[in-house]
């Protein structure tokens, strides 16, 4: 792990999975992003001040900004990998993965892949009551790492992601169903704790044959399984 003592410290852990360009753009964002108390925009954190963060945006276009995301020439996996590697002394022998899915509340006619999903912060199991909200499903696999301070035992980092799109959003032949998702985001992260023993935790949705039989044999899997 790498010694961090500033953000701008934790900023560049990741400027090797960039171009100078990209990476001085990805800078200016995230060190916006983590300052910025008000409601994130990109053209919002592009305005706002980063006095000695040694961050350049100005004589940029915000377009340039919002190119750096539509014109991708960088991996989004590879940031997850980094992450990882930043948590590795507190990392436990026995690794244990959490897969879930999480609505991101957005509203507008031109959001890719945004639907009415299930959302469980206005839902109510005691009154039975489902409520559903528009916005952007995502798959999201985290790591949990230990820490006593915490009420839990510890926090979950999230380290991979996926865009889930319903079936009325997307052509059939984009379309994969969650655990689909969840299973891709596992395979692509196992090979990053290796020697460790690893377990998956994860609801009723992913408590399921896709992974059950998608995992390697070596892999725990706890969740509320039904009767087969």
């Known amino acids: 792990m790498q010694s961090l003592r500033t953000i701008t410290d934790l900023v560049h852990a990741f400027r090797g999975e960039f171009s100078a360009p990209s990476f001085n753009n990805f800078s200016t964002l995230l060190l916006a992003w ?15 001040p980063l006095r000695g963060s040694g ?36 990392i436990p022998k026995d690794v244990t993965l959490i897969v879930d ?34 916005g952007l499903n995502f798959v999201v696999l ?12 510890g926090i979950a980092v999230p380290i991979l992601f996926r865009l889930y799109r319903s079936k009325r959003t997307c052509p059939d032949h984009l379309h994969q169903k ?22 998956v935790l994860g609801d009723a949705e992913y408590a399921c044959r896709t992974l059950l039989e998608g995992l390697p044999s070596d892999v725990g899997m706890i969740g509320p399984f039904g009767r087969p």
Do not use: Y
Not at 34 to 48: A, E, F, Q, S, W
């Open 55 to 90: 961050s350049r945006s100005q004589g940029k276009h915000f377009s340039v900004f919002h190119r750096f995301f539509s014109r991708v020439r960088w991996e989004l996996n590879d940031l997850g990998r980094v992450v990882v590697g930043l948590f590795d002394a507190f």
């Open 142 to 153: 985290s790591l949990w790492i230990p820490a006593s301070f915490c009420h839990s035992g």
């Open 101 to 134: 899915d999480t609505l991101c509340r957005r509203s507008g006619p031109r959001i890719l892949g945004a639907g009415m999903f299930h959302d469980p912060l206005t839902s109510s199991s005691s009154s039975k009551r489902v409520c559903f909200s528009f």
């Open 178 to 199: 969650r655990t689909a998702l969840a299973l891709e985001l596992l395979r692509m992260a196992l090979p990053w704790f290796k020697d460790r023993k690893i377990t």
């Open 34 to 48: 983590i300052m910025m108390p008000l409601k994130r925009t990109v053209t919002g954190l592009v305005r706002c």
